[in-house]
Protein backbone atom coordinates (compact mmCIF):
# COMPACT_ATOMS: atom_id res chain seq x y z
CA UNK A 1 0.00 0.00 0.00
CA UNK A 2 1.47 3.56 -0.78
CA UNK A 3 1.73 6.12 1.41
CA UNK A 4 -0.72 8.41 -0.08
CA UNK A 5 -3.45 5.82 0.35
CA UNK A 6 -2.65 4.85 4.17
CA UNK A 7 -2.82 8.60 4.75
CA UNK A 8 -6.52 8.77 2.89
CA UNK A 9 -7.31 6.08 5.42
CA UNK A 10 -5.69 7.43 8.52
CA UNK A 11 -4.93 11.04 8.97
CA UNK A 12 -3.48 10.70 12.11
CA UNK A 13 -0.15 8.96 11.01
CA UNK A 14 2.80 10.59 11.54
CA UNK A 15 3.80 11.11 7.87
CA UNK A 16 0.22 12.84 7.38
CA UNK A 17 0.34 15.19 9.92
CA UNK A 18 4.51 16.16 9.73
CA UNK A 19 3.89 16.88 5.72
CA UNK A 20 1.03 18.69 5.93
CA UNK A 21 2.87 20.91 8.96
CA UNK A 22 6.05 21.04 6.50
CA UNK A 23 6.18 23.22 3.50
CA UNK A 24 5.29 21.54 0.79
CA UNK A 25 7.92 18.95 -0.32
CA UNK A 26 10.09 20.02 2.52
CA UNK A 27 9.43 17.27 4.82
CA UNK A 28 12.81 14.94 5.19
CA UNK A 29 11.93 11.63 7.74
CA UNK A 30 15.02 11.10 9.92
CA UNK A 31 13.71 7.44 10.02
CA UNK A 32 11.69 5.55 8.22
CA UNK A 33 8.41 4.91 9.94
CA UNK A 34 8.23 1.72 11.67
CA UNK A 35 6.13 0.43 15.14
CA UNK A 36 8.35 2.65 17.68
CA UNK A 37 5.29 5.07 17.68
CA UNK A 38 7.23 7.93 16.80
CA UNK A 39 8.35 9.63 13.57
CA UNK A 40 10.95 12.83 13.40
CA UNK A 41 12.04 14.54 10.81
CA UNK A 42 13.04 17.98 9.60
CA UNK A 43 11.52 20.35 7.02
CA UNK A 44 11.10 24.02 6.35
CA UNK A 45 8.06 26.66 7.44
CA UNK A 46 8.01 29.43 5.47
CA UNK A 47 11.36 28.67 4.37
CA UNK A 48 13.16 28.48 7.76
CA UNK A 49 14.42 24.73 8.81
CA UNK A 50 12.46 22.99 11.61
CA UNK A 51 12.52 19.76 13.46
CA UNK A 52 9.73 18.18 14.28
CA UNK A 53 8.37 15.07 15.62
CA UNK A 54 4.65 13.26 15.94
CA UNK A 55 3.39 10.38 17.76
CA UNK A 56 1.60 7.41 16.30
CA UNK A 57 -1.85 7.40 17.49
CA UNK A 58 -2.16 4.47 15.37
CA UNK A 59 0.01 2.15 17.39
CA UNK A 60 -1.16 1.12 21.05
CA UNK A 61 -2.95 5.08 21.39
CA UNK A 62 0.39 6.50 20.54
CA UNK A 63 1.55 4.91 23.67
CA UNK A 64 5.47 6.32 24.00
CA UNK A 65 8.27 3.12 24.85
CA UNK A 66 12.23 3.39 25.13
CA UNK A 67 12.49 3.51 21.22
CA UNK A 68 10.26 6.08 20.22
CA UNK A 69 11.58 8.64 23.24
CA UNK A 70 14.88 7.81 21.70
CA UNK A 71 13.64 9.33 18.96
CA UNK A 72 11.88 12.39 20.36
CA UNK A 73 15.30 12.77 22.64
CA UNK A 74 17.18 13.18 18.94
CA UNK A 75 15.10 14.72 17.42
CA UNK A 76 15.53 17.63 19.76
CA UNK A 77 19.27 17.86 20.14
CA UNK A 78 19.08 17.84 15.92
CA UNK A 79 17.00 21.21 16.85
CA UNK A 80 19.62 22.05 19.10
CA UNK A 81 22.46 21.80 16.40
CA UNK A 82 20.98 23.03 13.62
CA UNK A 83 19.66 26.33 16.11
CA UNK A 84 16.38 24.92 14.64
CA UNK A 85 12.74 25.24 16.72
CA UNK A 86 11.41 21.83 17.08
CA UNK A 87 7.65 21.18 17.29
CA UNK A 88 6.40 17.97 19.03
CA UNK A 89 3.01 17.12 17.76
CA UNK A 90 1.18 15.24 20.28
CA UNK A 91 -1.36 12.18 20.51
CA UNK A 92 -0.40 9.85 22.94
CA UNK A 93 -1.87 7.77 25.90
CA UNK A 94 1.62 8.05 27.75
CA UNK A 95 3.95 5.44 28.81
CA UNK A 96 3.98 1.90 26.72
CA UNK A 97 2.53 -0.07 29.95
CA UNK A 98 3.62 -3.37 28.35
CA UNK A 99 7.62 -1.92 28.33
CA UNK A 100 7.02 -1.43 32.46
CA UNK A 101 9.59 1.03 33.60
CA UNK A 102 11.73 0.91 30.60
CA UNK A 103 9.27 3.17 29.16
CA UNK A 104 8.96 5.24 32.27
CA UNK A 105 13.03 5.90 31.81
CA UNK A 106 12.02 6.47 28.43
CA UNK A 107 9.77 9.30 28.65
CA UNK A 108 11.52 10.91 31.94
CA UNK A 109 14.58 11.19 28.89
CA UNK A 110 12.16 13.18 27.01
CA UNK A 111 11.81 15.40 29.91
CA UNK A 112 15.71 16.04 30.70
CA UNK A 113 16.23 16.75 27.04
CA UNK A 114 13.65 19.40 26.60
CA UNK A 115 14.83 21.10 29.17
CA UNK A 116 18.55 21.08 28.54
CA UNK A 117 17.43 22.55 25.00
CA UNK A 118 14.90 25.05 27.19
CA UNK A 119 15.53 28.48 26.03
CA UNK A 120 18.26 27.65 23.45
CA UNK A 121 15.67 26.70 21.03
CA UNK A 122 12.16 27.42 20.57
CA UNK A 123 10.05 24.55 21.23
CA UNK A 124 6.31 24.29 20.71
CA UNK A 125 4.04 21.67 21.34
CA UNK A 126 0.78 20.81 19.15
CA UNK A 127 -1.63 18.69 20.85
CA UNK A 128 -4.28 16.96 18.26
CA UNK A 129 -5.86 13.88 20.20
CA UNK A 130 -5.57 12.43 23.93
CA UNK A 131 -2.19 13.81 25.77
CA UNK A 132 -2.48 11.93 28.95
CA UNK A 133 0.39 11.34 31.46
CA UNK A 134 3.99 11.75 30.42
CA UNK A 135 2.64 12.79 27.28
CA UNK A 136 1.22 15.56 28.93
CA UNK A 137 3.98 16.37 30.57
CA UNK A 138 6.36 16.34 27.69
CA UNK A 139 4.34 19.72 26.25
CA UNK A 140 3.97 21.32 29.34
CA UNK A 141 7.55 21.74 29.53
CA UNK A 142 7.96 23.62 26.33
CA UNK A 143 7.69 26.99 25.69
CA UNK A 144 4.19 26.93 23.79
CA UNK A 145 1.45 24.65 24.03
CA UNK A 146 -1.21 24.36 21.21
CA UNK A 147 -4.70 22.11 20.83
CA UNK A 148 -6.92 21.00 18.49
CA UNK A 149 -11.00 20.63 18.76
CA UNK A 150 -10.58 16.56 19.41
CA UNK A 151 -7.35 17.29 21.99
CA UNK A 152 -7.37 16.70 25.76
CA UNK A 153 -4.63 17.09 28.28
CA UNK A 154 -4.76 15.05 31.27
CA UNK A 155 -2.19 13.49 34.12
CA UNK A 156 -4.56 10.64 34.27
CA UNK A 157 -8.00 10.07 32.64
CA UNK A 158 -11.46 9.79 33.36
CA UNK A 159 -11.66 5.88 34.02
CA UNK A 160 -8.70 6.14 36.67
CA UNK A 161 -10.02 8.94 38.37
CA UNK A 162 -13.65 7.35 38.66
CA UNK A 163 -12.11 4.13 40.09
CA UNK A 164 -9.57 5.61 42.06
CA UNK A 165 -11.52 8.73 43.93
CA UNK A 166 -14.92 8.37 42.90
CA UNK A 167 -15.03 11.45 41.66
CA UNK A 168 -17.32 11.35 38.03
CA UNK A 169 -15.69 13.38 35.19
CA UNK A 170 -15.82 13.76 31.77
CA UNK A 171 -12.50 14.27 29.64
CA UNK A 172 -13.20 17.32 28.33
CA UNK A 173 -14.31 18.76 32.31
CA UNK A 174 -11.35 17.14 33.27
CA UNK A 175 -8.70 18.72 30.28
CA UNK A 176 -10.64 19.81 27.39
CA UNK A 177 -9.57 22.91 25.98
CA UNK A 178 -11.95 25.04 27.44
CA UNK A 179 -10.71 24.06 30.69
CA UNK A 180 -6.99 24.41 29.88
CA UNK A 181 -7.91 27.88 27.96
CA UNK A 182 -9.06 29.19 30.44
CA UNK A 183 -8.34 27.43 33.99
CA UNK A 184 -5.34 25.65 34.18
CA UNK A 185 -3.29 27.70 31.42
CA UNK A 186 -1.81 25.55 30.39
CA UNK A 187 -2.36 25.88 26.70
CA UNK A 188 -1.71 28.91 25.09
CA UNK A 189 -3.76 28.45 21.90
CA UNK A 190 -6.52 26.61 21.37
CA UNK A 191 -8.21 25.97 17.93
CA UNK A 192 -11.26 24.98 16.02
CA UNK A 193 -9.65 22.70 14.10
CA UNK A 194 -6.55 20.80 13.13
CA UNK A 195 -6.14 22.94 10.35
CA UNK A 196 -6.40 25.92 12.11
CA UNK A 197 -3.99 24.76 14.94
CA UNK A 198 -1.45 23.61 12.62
CA UNK A 199 -1.21 26.74 10.52
CA UNK A 200 -1.26 28.88 13.90
CA UNK A 201 1.75 26.67 15.16
CA UNK A 202 3.72 27.32 11.68
CA UNK A 203 3.05 31.13 12.25
CA UNK A 204 4.81 31.12 15.68
CA UNK A 205 7.54 28.84 14.15
CA UNK A 206 7.57 31.76 11.38
CA UNK A 207 8.08 34.63 13.95
CA UNK A 208 10.56 32.72 16.56
CA UNK A 209 12.60 31.24 13.75
CA UNK A 210 12.81 34.40 10.99
CA UNK A 211 13.22 37.22 13.50
CA UNK A 212 14.03 39.65 11.05
CA UNK A 213 15.57 43.18 11.53
CA UNK A 214 13.64 46.25 12.09
CA UNK A 215 12.63 48.58 9.31
CA UNK A 216 10.88 51.83 8.72
CA UNK A 217 7.26 51.69 10.47
CA UNK A 218 4.29 53.96 9.10
CA UNK A 219 2.80 56.46 11.57
CA UNK A 220 -0.96 55.40 13.03
CA UNK A 221 -2.23 57.52 15.57
CA UNK A 222 -2.74 55.38 18.40
CA UNK A 223 -4.91 57.79 20.59
CA UNK A 224 -8.06 57.33 19.29
CA UNK A 225 -7.83 53.55 20.52
CA UNK A 226 -8.39 54.88 24.07
CA UNK A 227 -11.22 56.17 25.45
CA UNK A 228 -12.18 59.90 26.07
CA UNK A 229 -13.28 59.49 29.74
CA UNK A 230 -10.10 58.44 31.80
CA UNK A 231 -12.43 56.56 34.04
CA UNK A 232 -13.36 54.33 31.31
CA UNK A 233 -12.02 50.87 31.07
CA UNK A 234 -11.24 49.41 27.63
CA UNK A 235 -10.15 46.61 25.71
CA UNK A 236 -6.83 46.66 25.00
CA UNK A 237 -6.44 44.84 22.13
CA UNK A 238 -7.08 46.90 18.98
CA UNK A 239 -3.97 49.14 20.35
CA UNK A 240 -1.80 46.22 20.81
CA UNK A 241 -2.56 45.18 17.40
CA UNK A 242 -2.12 49.15 16.38
CA UNK A 243 1.17 49.05 17.69
CA UNK A 244 2.30 45.62 16.21
CA UNK A 245 2.78 45.68 11.58
CA UNK A 246 -0.52 43.01 11.21
CA UNK A 247 -0.41 39.50 12.50
CA UNK A 248 -0.70 39.40 16.45
CA UNK A 249 -0.63 35.70 17.81
CA UNK A 250 -2.27 36.38 21.27
CA UNK A 251 -0.74 33.70 24.33
CA UNK A 252 -3.14 32.61 26.66
CA UNK A 253 -6.10 35.15 25.38
CA UNK A 254 -8.98 33.34 27.75
CA UNK A 255 -6.30 32.82 30.98
CA UNK A 256 -5.42 35.68 33.42
CA UNK A 257 -6.87 37.95 30.59
CA UNK A 258 -6.71 40.74 32.70
CA UNK A 259 -2.77 41.07 31.08
CA UNK A 260 -2.31 40.81 27.36
CA UNK A 261 0.99 38.31 26.12
CA UNK A 262 1.00 38.46 22.43
CA UNK A 263 3.81 38.13 19.35
CA UNK A 264 4.20 39.94 16.30
CA UNK A 265 6.34 42.06 14.54
CA UNK A 266 7.01 46.10 14.57
CA UNK A 267 9.22 47.01 11.21
CA UNK A 268 9.06 43.43 9.98
CA UNK A 269 10.79 42.72 13.45
CA UNK A 270 9.46 40.15 15.83
CA UNK A 271 8.86 41.16 18.66
CA UNK A 272 6.54 40.06 22.28
CA UNK A 273 3.87 42.44 23.66
CA UNK A 274 2.94 42.78 27.41
CA UNK A 275 -0.28 44.75 27.99
CA UNK A 276 -2.46 45.53 31.05
CA UNK A 277 -6.61 44.65 29.44
CA UNK A 278 -8.44 47.41 31.45
CA UNK A 279 -11.49 45.67 30.59
CA UNK A 280 -10.89 42.86 32.49
CA UNK A 281 -10.09 43.27 36.28
CA UNK A 282 -10.00 46.77 35.65
CA UNK A 283 -6.26 45.70 34.10
CA UNK A 284 -5.15 44.93 37.92
CA UNK A 285 -2.18 42.37 38.20
CA UNK A 286 -2.78 39.81 40.32
CA UNK A 287 -1.21 36.25 41.08
CA UNK A 288 -2.42 34.55 37.69
CA UNK A 289 -1.94 37.77 35.69
CA UNK A 290 1.58 38.24 36.74
CA UNK A 291 2.89 34.85 36.55
CA UNK A 292 1.42 34.65 33.20
CA UNK A 293 3.39 37.60 32.26
CA UNK A 294 7.00 36.61 33.87
CA UNK A 295 6.83 33.71 31.60
CA UNK A 296 6.07 35.31 28.70
CA UNK A 297 8.61 37.69 29.27
CA UNK A 298 11.48 35.13 30.22
CA UNK A 299 10.47 33.40 26.82
CA UNK A 300 11.02 36.27 24.69
CA UNK A 301 14.02 36.95 26.56
CA UNK A 302 15.82 33.37 25.97
CA UNK A 303 14.58 33.96 22.49
CA UNK A 304 16.44 37.49 22.11
CA UNK A 305 12.75 38.49 21.22
CA UNK A 306 12.50 42.86 22.29
CA UNK A 307 9.38 43.59 24.45
CA UNK A 308 6.86 46.31 24.53
CA UNK A 309 4.89 46.85 27.73
CA UNK A 310 1.70 49.00 27.34
CA UNK A 311 0.66 50.54 30.74
CA UNK A 312 -2.34 50.99 31.93
CA UNK A 313 -2.52 49.60 35.32
CA UNK A 314 -4.45 50.98 38.67
CA UNK A 315 -2.47 48.03 40.65
CA UNK A 316 -2.13 44.76 42.52
CA UNK A 317 -5.69 43.68 42.53
CA UNK A 318 -6.28 44.16 46.54
CA UNK A 319 -8.26 41.41 48.88
CA UNK A 320 -8.02 38.01 50.76
CA UNK A 321 -8.35 35.91 47.60
CA UNK A 322 -5.46 36.82 46.33
CA UNK A 323 -2.87 37.25 49.08
CA UNK A 324 -4.24 33.77 49.83
CA UNK A 325 -3.56 32.77 46.10
CA UNK A 326 0.13 33.79 46.62
CA UNK A 327 -0.20 37.44 44.60
CA UNK A 328 3.61 38.25 46.77
CA UNK A 329 4.79 35.12 46.20
CA UNK A 330 3.63 35.03 42.19
CA UNK A 331 3.79 38.69 41.80
CA UNK A 332 7.54 38.39 42.73
CA UNK A 333 7.88 36.79 39.63
CA UNK A 334 6.71 39.48 37.13
CA UNK A 335 9.61 41.63 39.03
CA UNK A 336 12.43 38.88 38.67
CA UNK A 337 11.45 38.54 34.88
CA UNK A 338 12.08 41.99 34.04
CA UNK A 339 15.22 42.80 36.38
CA UNK A 340 16.66 39.55 34.63
CA UNK A 341 15.88 40.52 31.07
CA UNK A 342 18.81 41.05 28.86
CA UNK A 343 16.63 41.72 25.23
CA UNK A 344 15.93 44.77 24.79
CA UNK A 345 12.20 46.12 26.23
CA UNK A 346 10.71 49.65 25.62
CA UNK A 347 7.50 50.78 28.59
CA UNK A 348 4.89 53.03 27.16
CA UNK A 349 2.50 54.53 30.13
CA UNK A 350 -0.86 55.11 27.97
CA UNK A 351 -3.02 56.40 31.16
CA UNK A 352 -2.09 55.30 34.67
CA UNK A 353 0.89 53.49 36.39
CA UNK A 354 -0.04 53.06 40.32
CA UNK A 355 2.08 52.05 42.70
CA UNK A 356 3.68 48.16 43.04
CA UNK A 357 2.26 47.25 39.67
CA UNK A 358 4.23 50.76 38.25
CA UNK A 359 7.60 48.98 39.15
CA UNK A 360 6.10 45.59 38.01
CA UNK A 361 5.49 46.69 34.56
CA UNK A 362 9.15 47.05 33.35
CA UNK A 363 9.84 50.67 35.48
CA UNK A 364 13.21 52.08 35.08
CA UNK A 365 14.50 50.95 37.74
CA UNK A 366 14.02 47.95 36.95
CA UNK A 367 16.34 47.94 33.68
CA UNK A 368 14.06 49.25 30.65
CA UNK A 369 15.82 50.14 28.04
CA UNK A 370 13.36 53.58 27.53
CA UNK A 371 10.30 54.45 29.10
CA UNK A 372 7.73 56.58 27.49
CA UNK A 373 4.51 58.07 28.30
CA UNK A 374 1.55 59.98 26.62
CA UNK A 375 0.77 63.82 27.09
CA UNK A 376 -1.88 62.70 29.61
CA UNK A 377 -0.85 60.07 31.16
CA UNK A 378 -0.40 59.80 35.01
CA UNK A 379 2.93 58.02 37.15
CA UNK A 380 2.58 57.95 40.68
CA UNK A 381 2.19 55.93 43.73
CA UNK A 382 -1.58 56.09 43.64
CA UNK A 383 -3.92 58.58 42.48
CA UNK A 384 -4.41 61.79 43.65
CA UNK A 385 -7.68 61.64 45.12
CA UNK A 386 -6.98 58.60 47.11
CA UNK A 387 -3.31 59.88 48.07
CA UNK A 388 -5.33 62.90 49.54
CA UNK A 389 -7.36 60.79 51.69
CA UNK A 390 -5.10 58.78 53.49
CA UNK A 391 -2.27 62.16 53.75
CA UNK A 392 -5.61 64.43 55.01
CA UNK A 393 -7.81 61.42 56.57
CA UNK A 394 -7.94 64.08 59.84
CA UNK A 395 -9.10 67.41 57.66
CA UNK A 396 -11.35 65.49 55.82
CA UNK A 397 -12.99 64.23 58.75
CA UNK A 398 -13.41 67.60 60.40
CA UNK A 399 -15.00 69.82 57.44
CA UNK A 400 -19.00 69.67 57.41
CA UNK A 401 -20.12 66.77 55.14
CA UNK A 402 -21.34 69.60 52.72
CA UNK A 403 -18.12 71.26 52.10
CA UNK A 404 -16.00 67.69 52.25
CA UNK A 405 -16.15 67.23 48.20
CA UNK A 406 -15.17 71.22 47.56
CA UNK A 407 -12.34 70.39 49.89
CA UNK A 408 -11.79 67.21 48.30
CA UNK A 409 -11.00 68.30 45.53
CA UNK A 410 -9.00 71.53 46.03
CA UNK A 411 -6.38 69.15 48.49
CA UNK A 412 -6.34 66.97 45.37
CA UNK A 413 -5.34 69.92 43.05
CA UNK A 414 -3.04 70.87 45.34
CA UNK A 415 -1.47 67.31 45.70
CA UNK A 416 -0.99 66.91 41.96
CA UNK A 417 0.75 70.18 41.68
CA UNK A 418 3.00 69.56 44.43
CA UNK A 419 4.22 65.97 43.32
CA UNK A 420 4.29 66.96 39.77
CA UNK A 421 2.27 66.04 36.89
CA UNK A 422 4.46 63.59 34.14
CA UNK A 423 7.09 66.49 33.66
CA UNK A 424 7.91 65.66 36.97
CA UNK A 425 8.45 62.21 36.03
CA UNK A 426 10.59 62.99 33.64
CA UNK A 427 12.61 65.11 35.55
CA UNK A 428 13.35 62.41 38.11
CA UNK A 429 14.69 60.40 34.85
CA UNK A 430 11.47 57.61 35.90
CA UNK A 431 10.34 58.18 32.43
CA UNK A 432 12.65 59.29 29.47
CA UNK A 433 10.19 61.53 27.30
CA UNK A 434 7.03 62.36 27.00
CA UNK A 435 5.97 60.59 23.15
CA UNK A 436 2.72 61.25 21.11
CA UNK A 437 0.16 58.17 20.53
CA UNK A 438 0.64 59.59 16.79
CA UNK A 439 4.60 58.79 17.38
CA UNK A 440 4.80 56.25 19.70
CA UNK A 441 5.24 53.69 16.92
CA UNK A 442 7.89 55.34 15.65
CA UNK A 443 9.64 56.27 18.66
CA UNK A 444 9.44 52.45 20.24
CA UNK A 445 10.72 50.88 16.70
CA UNK A 446 13.95 53.38 16.55
CA UNK A 447 14.32 53.21 20.11
CA UNK A 448 14.69 48.81 19.74
CA UNK A 449 17.05 49.53 16.81
CA UNK A 450 19.04 51.34 18.22
CA UNK A 451 19.50 49.23 21.29
CA UNK A 452 22.25 46.96 21.60
CA UNK A 453 20.79 43.20 21.32
CA UNK A 454 20.40 41.19 23.93
CA UNK A 455 19.50 37.80 25.26
CA UNK A 456 19.20 35.95 28.42
CA UNK A 457 21.24 33.37 28.88
CA UNK A 458 18.71 30.88 31.13
CA UNK A 459 16.03 28.39 30.25
CA UNK A 460 12.27 29.01 30.03
CA UNK A 461 11.18 27.11 33.66
CA UNK A 462 7.00 26.49 33.68
CA UNK A 463 6.40 29.09 36.00
CA UNK B 1 -26.22 27.68 24.65
CA UNK B 2 -26.65 29.43 28.12
CA UNK B 3 -24.10 32.07 28.91
CA UNK B 4 -23.60 33.01 32.73
CA UNK B 5 -21.99 36.34 33.36
CA UNK B 6 -20.23 36.37 36.34
CA UNK B 7 -18.21 39.25 38.50
CA UNK B 8 -14.57 39.14 38.22
CA UNK B 9 -13.82 40.84 41.16
CA UNK B 10 -14.91 43.10 43.70
CA UNK B 11 -17.30 46.31 42.78
CA UNK B 12 -20.29 48.13 42.88
CA UNK B 13 -22.58 48.24 40.06
CA UNK B 14 -22.73 51.39 38.80
CA UNK B 15 -25.36 50.81 35.91
CA UNK B 16 -27.51 47.97 34.36
CA UNK B 17 -27.79 48.37 30.70
CA UNK B 18 -30.19 45.79 29.19
CA UNK B 19 -33.23 44.24 30.69
CA UNK B 20 -34.67 41.11 30.50
CA UNK B 21 -35.98 39.76 27.38
CA UNK B 22 -33.27 42.09 25.17
CA UNK B 23 -31.46 40.67 22.45
CA UNK B 24 -27.49 41.15 22.94
CA UNK B 25 -24.99 40.12 20.90
CA UNK B 26 -20.95 39.38 21.61
CA UNK B 27 -19.59 42.10 23.12
CA UNK B 28 -22.66 43.86 23.96
CA UNK B 29 -22.29 46.10 27.14
CA UNK B 30 -24.67 44.05 29.99
CA UNK B 31 -23.69 46.13 32.96
CA UNK B 32 -21.12 48.89 34.15
CA UNK B 33 -19.33 48.26 37.31
CA UNK B 34 -17.32 50.40 39.36
CA UNK B 35 -14.24 49.23 40.82
CA UNK B 36 -10.98 50.66 41.56
CA UNK B 37 -12.11 53.94 40.55
CA UNK B 38 -12.70 52.70 37.20
CA UNK B 39 -16.26 52.43 35.47
CA UNK B 40 -15.59 48.98 33.84
CA UNK B 41 -18.33 47.23 31.19
CA UNK B 42 -19.16 44.04 31.38
CA UNK B 43 -20.12 42.28 28.29
CA UNK B 44 -21.74 39.15 26.49
CA UNK B 45 -18.75 36.72 25.88
CA UNK B 46 -21.81 34.95 23.20
CA UNK B 47 -24.60 37.59 22.92
CA UNK B 48 -28.29 36.06 22.99
CA UNK B 49 -31.28 36.79 25.42
CA UNK B 50 -31.17 38.03 28.47
CA UNK B 51 -32.89 35.76 30.84
CA UNK B 52 -32.16 37.34 33.65
CA UNK B 53 -30.20 40.24 35.70
CA UNK B 54 -29.18 39.53 38.89
CA UNK B 55 -28.07 42.48 40.24
CA UNK B 56 -29.59 46.13 40.87
CA UNK B 57 -27.68 49.31 40.32
CA UNK B 58 -25.54 50.43 43.45
CA UNK B 59 -25.08 46.20 44.92
CA UNK B 60 -21.93 44.86 45.81
CA UNK B 61 -21.12 42.44 43.64
CA UNK B 62 -18.01 40.10 45.02
CA UNK B 63 -15.60 37.89 42.80
CA UNK B 64 -18.03 35.16 40.81
CA UNK B 65 -21.22 36.46 41.81
CA UNK B 66 -23.88 36.05 39.16
CA UNK B 67 -24.71 39.30 37.06
CA UNK B 68 -26.48 37.85 34.25
CA UNK B 69 -27.67 34.79 32.67
CA UNK B 70 -28.23 34.45 28.67
CA UNK B 71 -30.04 31.93 27.03
CA UNK B 72 -28.47 30.84 23.40
CA UNK B 73 -30.46 32.45 20.53
CA UNK B 74 -32.51 29.53 18.21
CA UNK B 75 -29.92 29.48 15.30
CA UNK B 76 -31.21 31.22 12.20
Redesign the interface.
Known sequence: MSLSTLERIDPRIPSARLTQFFDPDSFEPFTTADSSGVLAGKGTVDGSPVVAFATDATIQGGAMGRDGCARIVHAIEAAVRLDAPVVGIWHSGGARLQEGVASLDGVGRVFAATVRASGRIPQLSLVLGAAAGGAAYGPALTDIVLMGPDAKIFVTGPDVVRTVTGEDCTADSLGGADVHARRSGVVAITCDSDEAAIERTRRLCALLADQGEIGPVRDRDLGSLLPESPRRAYDVRPLVAGVLDGEVLELHPKWAPNIVTALGRLGGRTVGVVANNPLRRGGCLDAASAEKASRFVRMCDSFGVPLIVLVDVPGYLPGVGQEWEGVVRRGAKLLYAFSECAVPRVTVVTRKAYGGAYIAMNASCLGATAVYAWPTAEVAVMGAEAAVGILHRRTLAEVPAQRRSTVLAELTAEHARLVGGIDRAVELGVVDAVVTPADTRAVIASTLAGAPAGRGSHGNIPL | MAEEVRA???ANVWKVVVGVGDTVSAGDTLVILD???????V?SEDGGRVAQIAVREGDVVQ?GDLIALLDGLPAA
Open positions: EMVSMKMEIPLE
